[in-house]
């Protein structure tokens, strides 16, 4: 806004009235926006933004914020004050001085206090960090800063180590829960494994029944070397009976018959044979 630019010009160091603050701080009350604020407060604006009592005063008298002002308190008091003579005279024509309040000047002070104060905290710094060791060069530390930084370095390792060994620790029981459990479920599938099979091996009807073999019968072995033996046995015999019959011996004929009779019944016995 043009007024408000035009009112932060500093505030001079003698009583000279500057018209041109003076006109302008008149269009800054005579602004359909700020003509129905309070008188108060329009001077403490005017007072912040560089303008002195006195032009502050002829201000209000040119743009007519007394009477205005007038009006507002003559609408908004009682009827007795409106009965009042007309030549009398306003109360508001000796109206210069400007009273701050307790709570803007602590707002000011607080403010003040807190850029001060942020300002130092950073040059402090600034200055630890780079001025200070240009200067001087790096501070060694004493032995006893060295202690306290040793002595926290191994209560951080330390702390580290009980953690680390915590979890390495619950990690080897959780590996052995699940090993314990996998030994168990084997075992039990061996278990199971082994009963069916003793089942099946111990179950007859899985076998076929065994059947004597129907052999036909027939003459041992050593039996039928002895027949053997005993039939050419009797060929001889009856080759040297022959040989004697035909060389003349004497021998009689019903002899000879008698004994060949013989020699086949030995031959063909019936035990033999059975």
């Not at 933004?49 to 002829?58: K, M, Y």
């Not at 953690?163 to 084997?186: A, F, L, T």
């Amino acid at each position: 806004m043009a007024t408000e630019e035009a009112l932060q010009d500093p505030t001079p160091t003698g009583d000279a009235i500057r018209d041109e603050l003076v006109e302008t701080a008149v269009k800054f009350l005579q602004n359909p926006k700020v003509i129905n604020s309070p008188l108060t407060q329009k001077q403490l604006f005017l007072q912040r933004r560089g303008l002195t009592e006195e032009e502050i005063r002829v201000a209000c008298e040119k743009s007519g914020a007394y009477e205005h002002h007038e009006q507002q308190l003559t609408h908004s008091s009682s009827p007795i004050l409106s009965s009042q003579s007309p030549n009398a005279v306003s109360p508001y024509h000796g109206y210069g001085r400007i009273q701050i309040s307790w709570f803007d000047r602590t707002r000011e002070i607080v403010h003040s206090i807190a850029i001060f104060s942020i300002v130092a905290y950073v040059i402090r710094k600034f200055y630890d960090m780079y001025i200070a060791p240009f200067l001087f060069g790096t501070k060694k530390k004493s032995l006893d800063d060295k202690l306290d930084d040793l002595e926290k370095n191994v209560k951080t390792s330390m702390r580290d180590l009980k953690k680390s060994v915590r979890d390495v620790r619950s990690e080897v029981d959780r590996i052995n829960c699940n090993r314990e459990y996998d030994v168990v479920s084997e075992l039990k599938d061996l278990k199971s494994e082994m009963a069916s099979l003793k089942g099946l091996l111990l179950t007859r009807k899985q076998f076929p029944s065994v059947s004597n073999p129907v052999v036909p019968p027939s003459i041992p072995a050593w039996q039928m070397s002895s027949v053997h033996q005993e039939s050419e046995g009797d060929n001889e015999e009856h080759k040297e009976e022959l040989l004697e019959v035909g060389s003349g011996s004497g021998s009689s004929e019903p002899e000879h018959g008698l004994k060949t009779s013989e020699s086949s019944l030995e031959i063909i016995n019936p035990e033999d044979v059975v």
